[in-house]
Structure formats: C-alpha cells, structure tokens
C-alpha cells in the first residue's frame, strides 16, 4: 500500500480514477475541469487524482498543440492542487523534467512509448514518488516486469501499471482484459485507460481518431476484469479539445459512469 496524495492505492483496495483533460490549455480550463471532479469525487465517493500534460511531446503532427510547457504548466497544477486539495498526476518525458516535477506532483506518469526507457524509469524511481507507467501499445502484460524492476531497483515499489491498448493493424487499437490480471501478478496496482483506448492512432491523418462512446463500455468492463483503479480523459468542451478531441469524454458522462463502475467494483469484489 502507498498513497498519492491522501489516496490509499493498494491492489483490490477500493475504486480509485485518474481523470483531466489530455493536455494544459489554460489555467482556467483546469480549474474548472478539476472543480466539478471534485463535486463528482464528493457525490460518488469515489477519490480522484488530476491529470493533465505540460507537454504532449509524442503527437502525430509537427503542428499539433503541445501545451504549456514545464514551468508554466507546474505553475497551473500546483493552483490546480491549491484550489482543489486534488492530487495531481503529470506526464514526464525527459531525465531533465523528472526532478523538476515531482516537487510539485504526486505522482509521475510515463507515457507508453517510453515505458523501456531505462533511464526515465529509474530517474522517477529515485525520487521517491509514484509512479504510474503505461503499457506500451506494443508490450505484452508480461514484459511490464522488467519495467517494474527498473523503478524497483531504485527501492522505490510505489508502481502503477496502465493498460491502453494494443495494436492490432493500422490505425487501431483493441484491449486484452487479460491483461489486467497478468499485470497484477507483478503486485502493483492496475489502472485501465478507458478513453485512449479508444483512440485509432494517426487515424486523421495529422491527428488521432477515436469512439469516445466506447469509453464507458471498456471501462466496466475493464472493472468488472480486476482493474483497481481507472484513467479518463475528460474535457468541458470536447469536440473543441486540443488534443485527443475524437476521444477524450464529456465531462458531463464521468458522474454516471463512476456510480456504475462503483456498483461493478463492489460485486466483483464480494
């Protein structure tokens, strides 16, 4: 068991959701994204942890909006943490970004292409924080264990594991709910993205394509498999998203989902 922020994260030891927009757009925006997670955190009783970029450094296009950057971004998650008492959980993609977030963040994320990157893995590990890495699209469940080892060389066992997809073909991910089984063997805490699960990578072309509908469909699913805890991305205004538009969910879609899934943690569990 360890926490993020105030949240007790333990594999089977109650629902949990990492939840935001993909990417910092303004401050505004987060702030208002992360004041109604917390009234939906409030009313289900379910915790939840912010996320948001400061930098989306793996996009599909040259032109494609990348966020903030580090020192602006960090600016707005620690208001966003101020305002709200919301954990806050960022991606880092550089050895030289790790230190300097997790003074402000309770939580690192490695993106999924860079989940064997030996180097960033221990780096997060070293700084004594969580760490939530995502599966890579081309990873079985099994390879996470030399993911896992890196960080827990450093002695650091506060790990989550992420399952997004896999690839199947061109411009298409699918999810293997097996997974989320395999990867708890490796007695870390499983966490299942819903929403970019769902995306079709390069599908526009310049951009990502995606069904968002399916989001809620694979995250009970993914539920009622053993996930302990679920990542969503959600957004006020979607379609006007800047990044991950085709995927990323309404927020107005979080409250109802996260009562049923509730209801499916509490069933499976029992």
């Known amino acids: 068991m360890f926490k993020i922020g105030n949240i007790k994260i333990k594999p089977d030891g109650g629902l949990f959701v990492i939840a935001g927009p993909c990417v910092i757009e303004t401050e505004k925006i987060c702030l208002n994204i992360a004041d109604r997670l917390l009234k939906i955190s409030k009313k289900t009783g379910i915790p939840i942890i912010f996320k948001a970029s400061f930098d989306k450094a793996n996009r599909s296009s040259i032109g494609s909006f990348r966020g903030p950057g580090i020192e602006k971004g960090l600016e707005i998650l620690a208001k966003v943490r101020q305002k709200t008492s919301l954990a806050i959980l960022t991606d880092v993609h550089e050895i030289q970004q790790v230190s300097v977030a997790a003074q402000v963040v309770d939580c690192l994320q490695v993106p999924a292409f860079l989940c064997r990157q030996t180097d960033l893995l221990v780096a997060c590990g070293k700084t004594g924080k969580p760490v939530n890495v995502k599966k890579g699209q081309f990873m079985s469940p099994e390879e996470m264990k030399n993911a896992v080892e890196k960080i827990r060389s450093t ?112 069933i499976t569990r029992n």
């Open 155 to 266: 002695g650091n066992e506060k790990i989550l594991l992420t399952e997004r997809g896999t690839f199947f073909g061109y411009n298409r991910l699918v999810n293997d709910m097996t997974a989320i089984a395999a990867m708890k063997k490796l007695g870390c805490p499983v966490v299942f993205d819903a929403t970019h699960s769902t995306q079709q990578p390069g599908g526009l072309g310049n951009a990502s394509a995606g069904t968002r509908d399916m989001a809620p469909v694979l995250a009970k699913a993914a539920v009622a498999a053993g996930a302990d805890g679920l990542f969503l991305e959600v957004h006020t205004n979607p379609k006007n998203a800047k990044s991950d538009a085709a995927s990323i969910m309404p927020i107005e879609w979080a409250e109802k989902l996260l009562i049923n899934c509730k209801k499916i943690y509490e």
